[in-house]
């Protein structure tokens, strides 16, 4: 039945991961998953996600049942609140309705399914470049794809006159794909003035935000600065749906927890449109893993636990901050080709490095350097043992 069928490539981030794990030389680096590492570059459990394991594991009664197809409420609601605020006005009036679901990419599709039944459109717009995944997992729901500018590789920064270019000339009421901070793979986000332009002029074309928001805490260290996009476009009347991973910034990469929040502007329509996403997830997956949701649902609804992880994302973002600062006082001591300032001025996990196709394939046969085709490097995935290594290949390759 299948002889014809055609090869494809292997992923482009998850095979780093396989041929980096294969690869016995004893330097290797593993910059290409976006995935926290510690200092010592080994994968790292959050102090609090143990805490909260202890607590799940002992709770009286626990047993393995399902969940509801809604997923784990006390997860759900802390959820909601990390993403809205805590005095959100959409959430307090019963305008978003939660959904547990498989970590970022099965929100995406779960919201593209949802999306595909109910929404007038089968335009989907996501930003030039984005993470690839975004393609196939909207492709799927039928989408039509188009993708709107956001990177000047000349500036090494937003191409904002291209974005706003792009937002008016889509077809009206197309779904915009937006990253809700820290941009994978370029790690540039517009600034508070532009989100304020780029909601005026995606409501002036009536399109619809789809935001997916896997890095809160990554882009400044804080929950609530990371949600400014999805809090003014919350604010601003906009229905939307909105994406969450809990993946990078519990480190619960694994255990695929994620929600869904759909936000409309009607109450009783939101009821509706979540009953109907349900429906989406029974046919799906049925019902969601509980072990993730009842961590993350543990630390979002103690307030002991909750400071703990706000304090753990600083740790985090700011150890990942400290490694842009010296892969880029590095370059410039090497005096590398270029200018490096982007890599401190971006944001995020990732920095977006602008070394070219032919000299990565090079850092990853001839260096054990494992970084994405396009460039992309996980900052998360250099520490004080290999920075060097790291920046003095970058630079033979480059000055040779
Ligand atoms: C990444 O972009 O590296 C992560 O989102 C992991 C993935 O699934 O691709």
Same mark, same amino acid.
Do not use: C, Q
């Given at each position: 039945a299948f002889e014809s069928i055609s090869? *494809?490539?292997? =992923?482009?981030? /998850?095979?780093l991961s396989t041929l980096y794990k294969a690869d016995d030389f004893e330097k290797k680096v593993d910059l290409g998953v976006g995935a926290y590492r510690d200092g010592e570059g080994k994968p790292w459990i959050l102090p609090v996600?143990?805490?909260a394991e202890n607590i799940v594991i002992n709770r009286p009664g626990r047993n393995h049942e399902y969940l509801p197809v809604g997923g784990f409420k006390e997860f759900t609601t802390g959820a909601a609140r990390i993403a809205f605020g805590e005095d959100s006005e959409v959430l307090n009036n019963g305008l978003v309705y939660s959904i547990q679901s498989i970590s970022g990419t099965g929100s995406l599709s779960?919201?593209?399914?949802? !999306?595909?039944?109910?929404y007038n459109s089968k335009n989907i717009f996501i930003s030039k470049p984005t993470w690839v995944n975004h393609h196939d997992v909207f492709s799927a729901h039928g989408f039509e794809i188009g993708q709107y500018a956001y990177? =000047?590789?000349?500036k090494k920064s937003l191409d904002f006159d291209g974005f706003v270019k792009s937002i008016r000339e889509a077809p009206e009421g197309s779904v915009f794909v937006l990253h809700a901070c820290a941009h994978n793979p370029t790690g540039v986000d517009p600034s508070k003035e532009q989100w304020a332009i780029l909601a005026d002029e995606i409501a002036k074309k009536k399109h619809f935000p789809f935001f997916d928001m896997a890095y809160q805490g990554y882009a400044t260290g804080d929950l609530d600065n990371d949600a400014y996009a999805v809090r003014l476009f919350?604010? +601003?009347?906009?229905?939307l749906l909105l994406a969450q991973s809990f993946a990078k910034n519990m480190g619960l990469y694994g255990e695929r927890t994620g929600c869904l929040h759909i936000l409309t502007n009607n109450k009783d329509a939101t009821r509706r449109a979540g009953k109907q996403t349900e429906k989406c997830s029974r046919a799906t997956v049925s019902t969601c893993p509980r072990y993730g949701a009842e961590i993350a649902g543990t630390i979002l609804s103690s307030p002991e636990l909750f400071d703990e992880w706000k304090q753990t994302l600083k740790q985090? $973002?700011?150890? @990942?901050?400290?490694? +842009?600062?010296? /892969? +880029? =006082? +590095? !370059?410039v001591k090497l005096g590398t080709p270029g200018n490096w300032d982007h890599i401190v001025n971006q944001i995020g996990m990732f920095s977006f490095?602008? *070394? $070219?196709?032919?000299n990565v394939q090079i850092l990853v046969k001839k260096y054990h350097i494992y970084l994405a085709d396009?460039?992309?490097? $996980? @900052?998360?995935? /250099?520490n004080h043992n290999n920075i060097d290594y790291v920046a003095n290949s970058i630079h033979e390759v480059i000055s040779t």
């Open positions: 090869e *494809i490539p292997p =992923d482009p981030i /998850l095979n996600v143990s805490k779960l919201g593209g399914m949802f !999306l595909s039944r109910f990177w =000047d590789p000349i919350a604010s +601003r009347g906009f229905e985090m $973002s700011g150890r @990942v901050l400290e490694m +842009r600062h010296a /892969l +880029r =006082d +590095r !370059l490095t602008g *070394i $070219s196709y032919p396009n460039g992309r490097i $996980s @900052v998360a995935g /250099l």
